[in-house]
């Protein structure tokens, strides 16, 4: 059974493992407003808030796609539909500027626009100095990008999105009203899901049930219930675990600095640390997935998925990022690359978890690329996906480590590629030999988004753009550099 406030109305429900809350509000509480369209979080007609209280008391929403975020992930939270937006009468800012600015045709990607103009509004509300926050064209896309419409363009939506703060101020009452707080004791249903609140209660699952599935973001798993009709017999939530939700600041043995991440981190957590450390690795989150996916998807569950055309595992990789597991034979710590062993398969034993993912502080002079190749720039998967990493000193190449993703069964280092470059300098003719050594490294496989052939070629044409990159000492921006990139 679940807890939670449903736009204010408390509601308390019965849910099996693979009830997604899109299921749960149109099959089980008549609330109606929010939308299917793809059942796969990509359209963002379904998209809703989930609130939550902060350490610091403070309700803070984000936007969320129902049709892939797990019901029972609801307990102790608010739950923000567009049936529970206006005050009487009386339109939410987000509902009175779309009316206002003609902003909805058909209207069936209507509800989840205004949920996501909703979640900006609070967004920009709650402010530190408590003053609406400027509106950028960086931001406003950052909101909207997770929100597809066939009729209106756009333009109407962005002109609703930039005048909704000139609307009254008109608000539920029970918006900002406190919650059912989170239960402090792990919810465990033996026929159902578990979801443990400490790192002992996650081990103690784990022993109790080694066969369950476990689920964070939920932003990949839970395609199985939708696409694929996949039942669970057995869930485990970490997202409350509160030694996976934590960023820590340290320094390893061998003396490099960096931080250890939680495998329950989100994206969006750790956007502002990698904003200021690495603008390329930054910049890949936006084209990882929309909004609505960085607010529920984790690094450890992208890590643990070992697709292998995950995104960040490449970065990793490229940085020499290391993983903490723990079971209840205790922790062990390993090199992301002895990670992934083949397509799906991990070092993961039976009863282990991913606990933390370690990002090195970025070394002085080092330098990072990272080019992503899709059939389209927003919210899709790589057909290839490659990040660099290497320092130039003295005019020579040191530190060269170069990762791919769609290259093979696992997201791989290019080994023989990497010594064709280390300790040398960074001419037309070392580059040749590194792309002639690409085709030692990989042979990579054909599928919907590309043949072998393509992905042979197009990351070698990565290698050369980044020989052109270091030769030109470019001051492209990483955004910039990923756009051209994109483009050829």
């Known amino acids: 059974m679940i807890d939670f406030l449903l736009n204010g109305q408390p509601r308390h429900c019965e849910v099996t493992p693979e009830t997604s809350v899109l299921e749960l509000l149109r099959e089980s509480l008549g609330a109606m407003g929010t939308k299917e369209g793809c059942a796969s979080g990509d359209c963002g007609a379904c998209t ?13 929403y984000h936007s969320a796609n129902a049709c892939i975020t797990p019901a029972h992930q609801l307990n102790g939270h608010h739950l923000i539909t567009v049936d529970g ?47 609406l926050a400027p509106l950028t064209p960086q931001r406003l896309e950052a909101a909207l990008g997770g929100n597809l419409c066939r009729c209106t363009g756009y333009r109407p939506i962005r002109d609703a999105a930039l005048t909704m703060n000139e609307h009254p101020e008109h ?5 900002d009203a406190t919650g059912p707080e989170p239960k402090p004791e792990p919810v465990i249903s033996e026929s159902s899901f578990a979801q443990p609140t400490t790192l002992t209660g996650l081990i103690e699952c784990l022993e109790r049930h080694p066969e369950a599935r476990l689920v964070a973001g939920a932003t990949d798993l839970w395609l199985e219930s939708t696409q694929r009709l996949a039942r669970f017999e057995r869930l485990i939530d970490v997202t409350r675990v509160a030694e996976l939700n934590v960023i820590e600041e340290t320094t390893l043995e061998d003396g490099r600095r ?33 909004s609505q996916i960085r607010n529920r998807g984790t690094l450890g569950g992208n890590v643990a998925n070992a697709s292998p055309i995950g995104d960040t595992p490449p970065v ?3 940085l020499g990022s290391r993983l903490k597991l723990v079971g209840s034979e205790g922790e062990r710590e390993l090199p992301l690359e002895d990670f992934f062993l083949d397509y799906k398969r991990t070092a993961l034993q039976q009863g282990e978890a991913i606990r933390a993912l370690f990002l090195p502080h970025p070394i002085e002079g080092e330098t990072l690329k990272v080019w992503k190749l899709s059939k389209r720039r927003e919210d899709d998967i790589s057909a290839v996906l490659g990040a660099f990493a290497w320092r130039l000193e003295d005019g020579v190449l040191r530190d060269v480590r170069l990762a791919f993703g769609g290259m093979a069964a696992i997201p791989k280092r290019a ?17 040749q030999q590194a792309r002639l050594a690409l085709s030692q490294d990989f042979q990579p496989m054909s599928d919907v988004r590309g043949s072998a052939h393509y992905r042979q070629v197009t990351a070698a044409n990565l290698l050369e753009r980044l ?5 030109q000492n470019a001051t492209d921006s990483p955004r910039e550099v990923m756009l051209h990139a994109y483009a050829h």
Not at 52 to 59: F, I, P, R, V, Y
Request: aromatic share 8%.
């Open 48 to 60: 809703v808030a989930i609130g939550e209280t902060g350490a610091d008391g403070e309700l803070r």
């Open 85 to 131: 937006l206006a005050n009487g009468d009386k339109l939410h800012p987000a509902q009175a500027a779309m009316v206002e600015c003609h902003g909805s045709q058909c209207g069936f990607c209507t509800p989840g626009i205004v949920m996501s103009l909703f979640t900006l509004h609070e967004q920009q509300r709650r402010q530190e100095d408590k003053a």
């Open 171 to 175: 608000r539920p009452l029970w918006m």
């Open 258 to 290: 960096g931080w250890w991440i939680g495998a329950a981190v989100t994206y969006t957590r750790i956007e502002p640390l990698l904003e200021t450390h690495y603008d390329a690795f930054a910049h890949l989150l936006h084209r990882l997935g929309s």
């Open 316 to 318: 990793l990789l490229a």
């Open 415 to 431: 080994i023989r590629a990497e010594s064709a470059l280390e300790g040398k300098e960074p001419s037309p003719a070392a580059f």
């Open 467 to 471: 020989r052109l990159v270091i030769a």
